[in-house]
């Protein structure tokens, strides 16, 4: 059974970090781009991040460029979200996500895998 799952989230202050983990079971992440999203209440789904399992390039949103870093490790078929400096603004449900594509950014419709979301609260 293919299935991604997401832990790590949780209520931090302002300021403060977390560590995503998005463990794969079912298929192995060669030739997938690993993309995490996330949807706050009332706003639509964004992509965060993602990296290529081929060649570890990677794709941040502005809005996170400088504060967060995607990583991979394919011996464990999991990849990370590291999150520093959070805002009030960055709560939502995060999501991580598998594309067969080698290319990052994937468009959203490639991707065909999704996990159940962790939920990451940031308080002000």
């Known amino acids: 059974e293919v299935q991604l799952v997401e832990s790590g989230g949780g209520l931090v202050q302002a300021g403060g970090s977390l560590r995503l983990s998005c463990a794969a079971s079912?298929?192995?992440?060669?030739?997938?781009?690993i993309g995490w999203f996330r949807q706050a209440p009332g706003k639509e789904r964004e992509g965060v991040s993602c990296?290529?399992?081929?060649?570890?390039?990677?794709y941040y949103a502005d809005s996170v460029k400088g504060r967060f870093t995607i990583s991979s490790d394919n011996a464990k078929n999991t990849v990370y979200l590291q999150m520093n400096s959070l805002k009030p603004e960055d709560t939502a449900v995060y999501y991580c996500?598998?594309?067969?594509?080698?290319?990052?950014?994937?468009?959203?419709?490639?991707?065909?895998?999704w996990g159940q979301g962790t939920q990451v609260t940031v308080s002000s």
């Open positions: 996500a598998a594309a067969p594509s080698a290319v990052v950014p994937a468009p959203t419709e490639d991707y065909d895998r």
């Open positions: 079912g298929f192995t992440f060669d030739d997938y781009a």
């Open positions: 990296i290529s399992s081929s060649d570890g390039s990677t």
